[in-house]
């Protein structure tokens, strides 16, 4: 890829045109690194470093670049010396016994990275977006989720008529609810979390069908932080039981 189209990759509209995004770091680096060692279509990225990182090792086409070039590509105020362009890959097929989170026009890319990467370490979910959520492949998102976009399978742009068509039991939270604790909460198909400001339209909850479930609190806030929410909720599902 040329430099200045390697740049314009901060900007959504590029992003998608080009099927490639940006990751920024060592470590974001060395995630990217083992990602591609079990995903092929990863190896085709590209490694643009700074002379201080000339020497570094990777597998893939490294080029050197200077100091201004380098604080053109980054997007963080003090440059780390290495970007990767990095191909989008089609997620693997659904796997048997995975479990879906379903994230409802949700806004904050810090929100986004922290759910990818509880479910990363939980393991066995995907992450479904709707229409009009914060891009995944968003800089702040890709930071906050320190290389989970690589172990979580997800799938942007999905209707609510395509998540009911694929997922016939769907569970979503309301303080009215069952507890999480219930050994039903683990028996739905997917799992709806909703909009940071607005939550999830009443609407949308009829059109799904979904049943509602509560995490206990003490009752001081209103509600919890949404990545707070999925974290609680990953957790519950995935104990063994």
Known sequence: MKFDDAVKLSQKKHREESGHFLVEGEHLLQELIRAAEEQPALRTSELWVAAAHQDIQSPFTTRV???????KLSETRSPQGIVAV?????PPPPAPGERVIYLYQIQDPGNLGTILRSLAWFGGFRCLLSPDSVDPYNAKAIRAGVGALFRVPFETGITADVLRARYPRIAWLHTSGAAIESPAFRSFDAYVFGNEAHGIPTDLISQLDASPFAIAGSGALESLNVATAVSISAFVLSRVT
């Not at 670049?65 to 604080?71: A, F, K, Y």
């Not at 990095?86 to 089609?90: D, E, G, N």
């Open 86 to 90: 990095v191909p989008k890959i089609s």
């Open 65 to 71: 670049v200077t100091p201004r070039q380098m604080q």
